[in-house]
């Protein structure tokens, strides 16, 4: 990977720290600007997306977090699975799944994952959940299940897993999961360090950063994956930091979103960040030696998830070119 010099790099920087480049947030109630509105899902695919998940009891992120992009994503019978229940033991500012006692772990769930990503035809598929604090082992082997169902009921279908941070039982989580080899491992740090104890109040950023090294330490031919929200009162600087420590992770792929709020009861968005910061992101980010960046306002992990894991395995075959050449 070939990095921008020094001096590229702080005109970069220079740039992204120009005046503007951010809608302010003033008030309780805001309009949200133009570049974030979608339109409201009507399609025959969306229907038909939603009339599957609901047969074979699968929850998604899709739904959980009124993701903006679902009326295109599920059009594209494209959907992100969250198993292991729609609870979650967490309760972080910006989400908006239930928090709770969840329930027993459903032992069909991952075969019904894996019918669901052949009836559906995908090429590619993103699997999340919800955190299980609850589970001896955080939820890391209903993960493993569904990537093993999923290698014999559609062998053709890459797997990309974006999971907890396994709190207190990280190791041997990541080393169940990375043994049974998904493509891609994601793992959001969220936002930057100093807004983690009122964003993400149950979650430590360095042992985040960690989970995400110690998949590449087991094995570095999964690519791995990072994703921060901004909009929650970020400085430039710091997401640039952030970039800078993803980067001596060895994270292969960063994604950088606009924070939406969910609710009245959830964190409030400080600011609209606008195409062009998302922009001048985007330019560092590459210039700090990502293998790949999507960063716009509606990017979210999953989002357009098929085309970049194609996009990564180009750039991860240049750089293997360039490096013998
Ligand atoms: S971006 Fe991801 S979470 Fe949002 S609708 Fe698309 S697949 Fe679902």
Redesign the pocket.
């Given at each position: 990977m070939r990095l921008a010099s020094p001096a590229r790099l702080a005109s970069l920087v220079a740039e992204s720290m120009g005046s503007g480049m951010t809608a302010p947030v003033q008030t309780d109630r805001v309009r949200k600007p133009d570049w974030i509105r979608v339109k409201a899902p009507t399609s025959v695919g969306f229907a038909e997306t939603k009339a599957l998940m609901r047969r074979l009891s699968l929850n998604?992120?899709?739904e959980e977090?009124a993701?903006p992009?679902?009326g295109?994503?599920?059009t594209k019978k494209?959907?992100?699975v969250m198993i292991l229940g729609d609870v979650c033991t967490r309760a972080c500012a910006f989400c908006n799944v239930k928090t709770g006692m969840p329930r027993k772990v459903d032992t069909n769930e991952p075969q019904h994952v894996a019918d669901a990503a052949a009836e559906l035809g995908l090429k590619h598929i993103?699997i999340t959940s919800v955190d299980r604090d609850d589970l001896p082992d955080g939820g890391a082997s209903q993960f493993v299940k569904v990537i093993e169902a999923l290698r014999r009921t559609t062998p053709e279908t890459t797997i990309e897993i974006l999971t907890p941070d396994f709190r207190n039982k990280m190791e041997k989580a990541v080393e169940s999961i990375v043994a049974a080899r998904p493509d891609v491992y994601n793992h959001n740090l969220e936002t930057v360090p100093r807004l983690y104890p009122t964003i993400r109040p149950g979650a430590r950023y360095y042992a985040s950063l960690r989970l995400l090294e110690t998949v590449k330490r087991h094995d570095p031919s999964i690519f791995t994956k990072s994703g921060i929200m901004v909009g929650l009162g970020e400085q430039r600087l710091e997401v640039h930091q952030v970039m800078d420590d993803m980067r001596s992770a060895d994270i292969d792929f960063l994604t950088i979103g606009q924070y939406l709020q969910p609710t009245p009861k959830h964190a409030k968005v400080m600011d609209f960040v606008t195409p062009q910061t998302f922009d001048a992101y985007a330019a560092i980010a590459r210039a700090k030696g990502f293998l790949l960046v999507a960063s716009s306002p509606l990017t979210?992990?999953?989002?357009h998830?098929d085309r970049d894991f194609a996009l990564m395995q180009q750039a991860r075959a240049t750089q293997l070119a360039n490096a013998k050449a």
């Amino acid at each position: 990977m070939r990095l921008a010099s020094p001096a590229r790099l702080a005109s970069l920087v220079a740039e992204s720290m120009g005046s503007g480049m951010t809608a302010p947030v003033q008030t309780d109630r805001v309009r949200k600007p133009d570049w974030i509105r979608v339109k409201a899902p009507t399609s025959v695919g969306f229907a038909e997306t939603k009339a599957l998940m609901r047969r074979l009891s699968l929850n998604t992120v899709c739904e959980e977090a009124a993701c903006p992009n679902i009326g295109e994503c599920w059009t594209k019978k494209h959907a992100t699975v969250m198993i292991l229940g729609d609870v979650c033991t967490r309760a972080c500012a910006f989400c908006n799944v239930k928090t709770g006692m969840p329930r027993k772990v459903d032992t069909n769930e991952p075969q019904h994952v894996a019918d669901a990503a052949a009836e559906l035809g995908l090429k590619h598929i993103v699997i999340t959940s919800v955190d299980r604090d609850d589970l001896p082992d955080g939820g890391a082997s209903q993960f493993v299940k569904v990537i093993e169902a999923l290698r014999r009921t559609t062998p053709e279908t890459t797997i990309e897993i974006l999971t907890p941070d396994f709190r207190n039982k990280m190791e041997k989580a990541v080393e169940s999961i990375v043994a049974a080899r998904p493509d891609v491992y994601n793992h959001n740090l969220e936002t930057v360090p100093r807004l983690y104890p009122t964003i993400r109040p149950g979650a430590r950023y360095y042992a985040s950063l960690r989970l995400l090294e110690t998949v590449k330490r087991h094995d570095p031919s999964i690519f791995t994956k990072s994703g921060i929200m901004v909009g929650l009162g970020e400085q430039r600087l710091e997401v640039h930091q952030v970039m800078d420590d993803m980067r001596s992770a060895d994270i292969d792929f960063l994604t950088i979103g606009q924070y939406l709020q969910p609710t009245p009861k959830h964190a409030k968005v400080m600011d609209f960040v606008t195409p062009q910061t998302f922009d001048a992101y985007a330019a560092i980010a590459r210039a700090k030696g990502f293998l790949l960046v999507a960063s716009s306002p509606l990017t979210r992990s999953s989002y357009h998830a098929d085309r970049d894991f194609a996009l990564m395995q180009q750039a991860r075959a240049t750089q293997l070119a360039n490096a013998k050449a």
